[in-house]
């Protein structure tokens, strides 16, 4: 599902009662607050769905394919989404119930 299925997908399931512009002003809104607080060293927690957060990933040595010379990999910040419980349980459950 890409942005603009998930307005339309909001829009249907809302009967349409807010305008599709709107909901990509809120959609893109969503994302700078989401972006911001990440950028801060913070964490967005949306009971239900899951927690946006950062972790620290350490430096490391990899490999250059082409020379096979090792290449220092610096630590670094990365985002990183954690499903909440209940979301993995819903999905598990409709995984069983198609199979």
């Not at 911001?36 to 490999?63: D, P, S, Y």
């Not at 082409?66 to 985002?79: F, L, M, W």
Request: charged share 25%.
């Amino acid at each position: 599902m890409n942005k603009r299925e998930l307005i339309d997908g909001l829009s249907e399931a809302l009967g349409g009662s807010i305008s599709k512009a709107d909901l990509k002003n809120v959609l893109d809104a969503f994302q700078l607050v989401v972006t911001q607080e990440l950028v801060e060293g913070g964490a967005v927690q949306l009971q239900g769905l899951g927690v946006f957060e950062t972790r620290e990933q350490a430096a490391t040595t990899a490999r250059n394919l082409h020379t096979n010379e090792p290449v220092q990999v610096p630590a670094r910040t990365v985002p990183k989404f954690r499903v909440s419980n209940v979301l993995k349980t819903k999905i598990r459950e409709s995984a069983r119930a198609l199979a």
